[in-house]
């Protein structure tokens, strides 16, 4: 006989094998006496083995214990009406939308926003990085900050902004460049980025009312450009020109602008009005006369007497400034040079005739 029949004793192995399709026919097990048929359909005919009986003297069903408990939430569940269970299913047509607005309490976190609400926030937010431009802003006005983004290497020198926004409950985030790009929606972020909720501009009645005697404002038609806007800002901070004149407030806070002015925008205020000719004219019924610049024509900048509470009124470099703007003009002055070019970009053109105004009235 093959050994692996044979246990470790040398006795041979014998093994039965039920066969489900004979199983009313089993004799009994001659050496002890158990076994037999058993009563009743076999399993091939659909019958089910009796119960067993517990040590108690109890019966039980002998299915599996998952079945059972399976069998028993079915029932519990099937006992309940269906309209009022919280497991039913609730089917919904493409594109139907459900009759009231979902409301989860803010317990998951997941609060209906109404999307117009979220609209005007992002209306009245805007994006703004560089590292001086942020390190000026937390500065000068660090309520406006709703949230910060930093790469690991600026986070030394934000030190205190970094303790004020723990404090107040700001959000910020260390991220890497990648995120920070899409954050700050730029590849030239400085490592830096604050969302910020923009300033409104200043009334002409308002700035009048408060305004020195030797003040000079700034007006700008039709120009936006941000870094042309941005260069601005930074020349007006450097020659104490707090005012500037803009047909909407938001162009001055753009992330660009904000940016190239490293810093300056700061120290500058938009001042809005119903219309740039009407604020004009709101300026000059405050006494302050009315400078306009031009490249063909007006009294060359240097010879000129620019008065020391004046509005210097410039435009965009294609089409300069309006008739109505030039019109309002209590003086016109015009920068000259060699004319092998038309003009000089906007903003190099603020620097110099800023330059001229601080050496007459402030130097």
Known sequence: ???????????????????????????????????????????TEGGRRPARDNRDGKSRDD?????????????????????????RTISRAPGEEAAEKPDHGGISGKSFVDPEVIRRQRAEETRVYGENACQALF?????????????????????????????????????????????SGTEHHGGVCFLIKKRN????????????????VLALEDVGNPHNLGAIMRSCAHFGVKGVVVQDAAVLESGAAIRTAEGGAEHVQPITGDS??????????????????SSHEGTPVFKATLPKKMVLVLGQERDGLSDAALDAADLR?????????????VSVATGVLLAEWWRQNKA
């Not at 002055?333 to 970009?345: H, K, P, R, Y």
Request: net charge positive; with cysteine; proline share 4%.
């Open 276 to 293: 740039f000719i009407d604020a004009l004219a709101q300026f000059r019924k405050a006494g302050y006369a009315i400078v306009t610049t």
């Open 1 to 43: 006989m093959n050994d692996e029949l044979k246990n470790k004793s040398g006795k041979v192995k014998v093994m039965y094998v039920r066969s489900d399709d004979d199983s009313d026919k089993r004799t009994a097990n001659p050496r002890t006496g158990k076994g037999g048929g058993r009563s009743g359909p076999s399993r």
């Open 63 to 87: 299915k599996p214990r998952g079945d059972r408990f399976r069998d028993r939430d079915n029932a519990s569940r099937d006992s309940q009406p269906r309209e009022n269970s919280p497991w």
């Open 201 to 216: 501009g200043t009334s002409v009645q308002q700035w009048v009312s408060e305004a020195a005697e030797d003040d000079c």
């Open 333 to 345: 002055v015009a920068i000259s040079g060699t004319g092998n070019v038309e003009s000089l970009n």
């Open 139 to 183: 500065q000068s006005r660090p309520d406006c900050i709703v949230r910060a983004w930093f790469i690991q290497s600026v986070t030394p020198r934000f030190k205190e902004a970094l303790r004020w926004m723990a404090a107040n409950r700001k959000a910020y985030h260390v991220v890497d460049e990648a995120e920070l790009a899409k954050a």
